[in-house]
């Protein structure tokens, strides 16, 4: 009876304990998450440009999403970075972590140069970026020149702004090449060994024992990288910036993305209705794309439990 | 047997060869920037560029920090950062703590909210927050830069506490049995075992803040309170940039985030890689 009693003051006593110390969280994700949340998907039915009252509009702002043509730019931008730049960053980062892998004398200082950039603000990284791809100033036209390559207008060429923008990219890749690295060296070594002895060459290797056993590593920076492209802003926002609350979308709008678009509705046009509907719909894509991803990821992620099939 | 050696000799050779030529390419726009900084304006634009400054001037750094109120942003944004590592050191791990080592009921479904909170796309809560700071006339104010930092950063509270599973259980029982109260456990035992994960925390808070751009441009209009994320774009003209003393700036404003890197290294790796391999 005592002991009961006692027990449920203990378990009062750990709630009490427990709600304390994660009151700040409690609090802070009321007024920072779960409110916000709340207010943006009110604000998305209606009509707000910050010195009137809302207005509700029902749907509008849903709808005007389908005849809006720099809507649809700027998803179509935002689609292709993405449809280019995952399968870049994973592909680069996994060659890039097997180079850092092999064991050559100054492995660790090859690594950190490979990661500082990520470290880099991203103002001077965009800046940096600009000067590069200068036509007649910058390095990556000198260098493509003496490769008797083309030198595209880049950021003033409508078709070179989205392989700019993912050059630039590219430059930052290296978290998920750390992460690669990690996963690498969970990879056991006796099993290429022991394939080695069999006769089987690198790549049979690779297919056959390091691909499978990092597969969960590779959904996880899947997922990661296109939630990121999705979201994509400071790059080419920095990449065409134009004044500093303004950027161009660069010629013919084609490095305006769906964050740009929606950033300039909210604190250019102050169509705070219509960007706050645009962010759900953005949350609804991550949403769908994320899941078909965990939902594909059944026929081609290995777990290490269902290996003895 | 000298042939296998010299072979795997070649090898080796090959290898590295290929190593810098990868790694070259992530160092190459260093160079660029830092070779811009000690230009003269005449070798910034020639064509084609060069690598190595004709003549070495330091002209641009002093522009850097002259022609614009360099001092003015960069100690903005170490105020920013700053606040902002303090303000998520005090918060994160209190909470953390809740959730590895209280056991109360409340702490799964938090944790699962805390999770979740890290896959909102920040657009959905950017318009309300800037209306709510606008409320409260804190914008113009680095306040909504670092005041969040102070009720607990999502992905670093998750990251402390996938830490804190791991401190032993009869580390925190012999506390308690000997009459420490829940606070002094937290304070003189899990605190100091956390150590590298606060760490950790703390640069990546810094990292962030320190790099970060787009909250400055939403919130910050007053030039008194620019950070250099923001200040940074005074170099840019009507039609021309001046290279010059932007890379120069740049290349400042980079310092001490490698400084911190240099310094911490290897904690940046055991962070990175705790979210993504478990």
């Not at chain 1, 590779?218 to 999705?230: E, P």
């Not at chain 2, 002093?62 to 022609?67: M, N, S």
């Not at chain 2, 700071?133 to 909504?144: K, R, V, Y």
Request: charged letters at 10%; aromatic letters at 14%; glycine letters at 6%.
């Amino acid at each position: 009876m005592s002991t009961a009693r006692a027990s449920r003051r203990g378990a009062r006593r750990q709630t009490l304990l427990g709600l304390a110390f994660a009151s700040p969280f409690i609090i802070g994700g009321a007024i920072f998450i779960v409110w916000p949340t709340i207010a943006s998907a009110l604000y998305s039915f209606t009509d707000f440009n910050l010195f009137q009252a809302p207005r509700f509009v029902g749907i509008a702002n849903y709808s005007q999403m389908f005849q809006d043509p720099t809507f649809w730019k700027a998803l179509v931008n935002t689609a292709v970075l993405t449809v280019f730049g995952v399968p870049l960053t994973i592909v680069i980062s996994l060659v890039g972590a097997h180079l850092l892998n092999l064991p050559v004398f100054g492995q660790p200082i090859y690594r950190a140069l490979v990661y500082v950039p990520t470290i880099v603000p991203a103002v001077v990284g965009g800046y940096l970026w600009r000067w590069m791809l200068n036509t007649e100033y910058g390095f990556v036209n000198y260098f493509l020149g003496l490769l008797h390559l083309p030198q595209p207008l880049w950021l003033d060429d409508p078709a070179w702004g989205k392989p700019a923008i993912l050059l630039m990219c590219m430059w930052t890749i290296g978290g998920t090449t750390i992460i690669y690295l990690a996963a690498l060296k969970e990879v056991p070594a006796e099993l290429h060994e022991a394939a080695q002895l069999d006769g089987a060459g690198f790549f049979a290797r690779f297919r056959n024992i390091t691909w499978p056993t990092i597969s969960p590593v590779t959904l996880f920076q899947t997922i990661v990288t296109i939630i990121a492209y999705l979201q994509i802003f400071t790059q080419p926002y920095l990449l065409t910036q134009t004044r500093l609350n303004e950027s161009s979308g660069g010629p013919g709008q084609s490095m305006l993305t769906y964050a740009m678009y929606l950033y300039q509705n909210a604190f250019v046009f102050l169509k705070m209705g219509y960007a706050s509907a645009m962010a759900w719909v953005l949350f609804l894509i991550t949403l769908v794309v994320t899941l078909l991803l965990l939902w594909s990821s059944r026929r081609w992620v290995h777990y290490g439990s269902d290996e003895e099939r | 047997m000298a042939r296998t050696k010299s072979a795997r000799a070649l090898r080796r050779t090959g290898q590295t060869i290929l190593i810098w030529a990868f790694v070259l390419l992530f160092v190459f726009p260093f160079l660029v920037m830092a070779s811009t900084s000690f230009k003269l304006p005449d070798d910034v634009f020639s064509a084609p560029p060069r690598l190595i400054p004709e003549t070495w001037t330091l002209q641009n750094f002093v522009q850097a920090v002259t022609e614009i109120p360099f001092l003015t942003y960069l100690g903005n944004s170490l105020l920013v950062s700053g606040l902002a590592v303090l303000f998520t050191l005090v918060a994160s791990p209190l909470v953390a703590y809740s959730l590895a080592k209280i056991g109360w009921r409340g702490r799964r479904p938090l944790l699962l909210i805390v999770m979740a909170t890290m896959m909102l796309p920040p657009q959905v809560t950017m318009v309300p927050l800037f209306l709510l700071w606008n409320g409260l006339g804190a914008t113009d104010s680095i306040i909504p830069l670092v005041l969040p930092a102070l009720f607990g950063t999502p992905f670093l509270i998750f990251m402390i506490r996938q830490f804190l599973t791991g401190v032993p259980n009869e580390l925190l029982e012999a506390a308690r049995i000997d009459g420490a109260s829940e606070w002094r456990t937290y304070w003189a035992i899990v605190l100091p075992q956390a150590r590298p994960a606060l760490i950790t925390a703390g640069i990546f808070q810094f990292v962030w803040s320190w790099t970060d751009f787009l909250n400055p441009l939403i919130y910050l209009n007053d030039p008194s309170k620019y950070t250099l994320s923001i200040g940074l774009y005074s170099f840019f003209g009507e039609h021309t940039v001046e290279w010059g003393p932007l890379m120069a700036a740049s290349l400042l404003f980079t310092i001490p985030a490698l400084i911190i890197f240099v310094v911490f290294q290897r904690f940046f790796v055991g962070g990175i890689s705790a979210g993504a391999i478990k």
